[in-house]
């Protein structure tokens, strides 16, 4: 399985941009790029998910490089809602198997 | 729509003890998966489920855990007999097909004595 690299953990400020990295060097071409986020004491969430193009929603942004060997998720105004910790995944929907592996995720702490 | 269900939320044990966790996908999800995730870490796929069938469990400590997902839809995991090191939360998730959005229960948190 393909890797991703984040940074352990990050701090903003509430009501601030948020922009967390995630390296993924070793993509391969039909990897998806895939966000999830786990508030304190309950399961995973979905946020975004991209291949080549920006992509928006109501949650966030996902910024893929041009050689897709990194990724943005861009929170546009941090809330105290979005302490969690984000997990950049990789996702190959040709593979049957489909793991969805997990690293060890951004923490984002958000100050008042 | 009503998410993922799991029961029991929490479960305490004793070291050899037997447990059970049981998990209700989304209605008309086709992949079931279970996670297992130690304090401080990211979850660790346990185990992929292709309606009733298994598509990937090679990370399932097969000599003590077991999986099963009846008639497609329902599925248990089980422990015996159990270990210290088995403390964790087991998150069940689900998605409509392999490659789609993956949805995740609240997990059951599980001490072992």
């Known amino acids: 399985d393909a890797k991703t690299t984040q940074p352990n953990s990050m701090e903003s400020n509430e009501e601030e941009p948020v922009h967390l990295p995630c390296n993924h060097s070793?993509?391969?071409?039909?990897?998806?790029i895939h966000w999830y986020r786990q508030l304190p004491s309950q399961g995973p969430e979905y946020v975004i998910h991209g291949l080549t193009s920006n992509v928006n929603n109501r949650m966030a942004s996902l910024a893929i490089a041009e050689d897709r060997k990194s990724s943005t998720l861009i929170l546009h105004r941090a809330t105290l809602r979005d302490a969690a910790v984000y997990y950049c995944i990789l996702r190959d929907p040709n593979n049957a198997g489909n793991m969805l592996t997990f690293g060890g995720g951004t923490r984002l702490m958000v100050k008042p | 729509e009503a998410g993922v269900a799991q029961s029991p939320r929490y479960k305490i044990i004793e070291k050899r003890q037997s447990v059970a966790f049981w998990c209700n996908p989304i209605?008309?999800?086709?992949?079931l998966y279970w996670y297992q995730q130690i304090l401080g870490q990211g979850p660790k796929l346990l185990i992929q489920?292709?309606?009733?069938?298994?598509?990937?469990d090679s990370q399932l400590p097969k000599d003590r855990f077991s999986a099963e997902r009846l008639k497609g839809v329902d599925s248990t995991l089980k422990i015996q007999p159990a270990k210290l090191e088995d403390s964790a939360v087991y998150l069940c998730?689900?998605?409509?097909?392999?490659?789609?959005?993956?949805?995740f229960g609240p997990g059951t948190r599980l001490t072992v004595l």
């Open positions: 489920f292709q309606n009733n069938g298994v598509v990937d």
């Open positions: 209605s008309g999800h086709a992949t």
């Open positions: 998730a689900s998605s409509f097909r392999t490659s789609g959005v993956i949805y």
């Open positions: 070793t993509i391969s071409g039909t990897d998806y």
